[in-house]
């Protein structure tokens, strides 16, 4: 259980195009998701809190008018990374916040979508 | 605030030899800690977590931790590392800051080769 999917996988887009990456919990509901970026070999960079039906959460430092995140329903969230550029090239990961038990701090991952802005 | 550090960037190693990486944390109350492994290209996969209670917690694929409150570390084990074990190994805390979701902060990684 706690599958977290991601679509695509991979993704090579023109410069000055939009691109949209759907995270998608698949066998519970998540109302808290969260989007990661990864440079090569670098850790994880936390990019945004995603709540259902209500604003996303930005980190200091990351464009909210560049990463549109949308969180409709308990189940998937989007990231659409707006006139992108080469600059923008990264790993995305989204993750849920695991169901269930209290304290529920666990986080479930997808696989990750490589972004490649040409 | 709360913050992993993991001082080994690379770690190399023998097919069948033991393993620790190192994780030291710094959070003023006890901390929840995990233990995260990423394979080229992929997700993460979770493979030990620290709530409370037995300070030796047991993951999956033989993997173990210790929290150790006194030295605020939480080191990964393996008594016998196998060639599959080779990738990126993140430690994380749960980060506690007013006002937002229980956030994860992860340390810089260590990346695990294994010789044959």
């Known amino acids: 259980g706690a599958v977290v999917s991601q679509h695509p996988s991979r993704v090579i887009c023109k410069s000055g195009t939009s691109v949209k990456i759907e995270c998608r919990s698949l066998d519970f509901q998540a109302t808290t998701m969260f989007w990661y970026r990864q440079f090569p070999k670098k850790s994880l960079m936390l990019m945004a809190t995603?709540?259902?039906?209500?604003?996303?959460?930005?980190e200091q430092g990351v464009e909210k008018d560049k990463f549109l995140i949308n969180h409709a329903s308990l189940t998937l969230s989007t990231l659409t990374v707006t006139s992108a550029h080469p600059e923008d090239s990264s790993f995305y990961i989204c993750?849920?916040?695991?169901?269930?038990?209290?304290?529920?701090?666990?986080?479930?991952f997808g696989p990750g979508t490589r972004l490649t802005v040409t | 605030a709360q913050s992993v550090t993991q001082p080994d960037i690379h770690i190399t190693v023998s097919e069948g030899a033991s393993l620790e990486l190192r994780c030291n944390y710094s959070?003023?109350?006890?901390?929840?800690l995990f233990w995260y492994v990423q394979s080229p290209g992929q997700g993460l996969q979770l493979l030990l977590k620290y709530f409370s209670g037995d300070t030796l917690v047991q993951g999956i694929k033989g993997f173990e931790a210790e929290f150790k409150r006194s030295q605020s570390s939480f080191n990964l084990r393996k008594p016998s590392v196998h060639w599959s074990d080779a990738a990126e190994y993140f430690c994380?805390?749960?980060?506690?800051?007013?006002?937002?979701?229980?956030?994860?902060?992860f340390g810089s990684g260590t990346q695990l080769t294994v010789l044959p």
């Open positions: 994380a805390v749960v980060a506690f800051r007013t006002g937002s979701a229980r956030q994860l902060t």
């Open positions: 959070y003023g109350a006890t901390p929840y």
């Open positions: 995603s709540n259902e039906g209500s604003k996303a959460t930005y």
């Open positions: 993750s849920a916040r695991a169901p269930g038990v209290y304290p529920s701090y666990e986080q479930y």
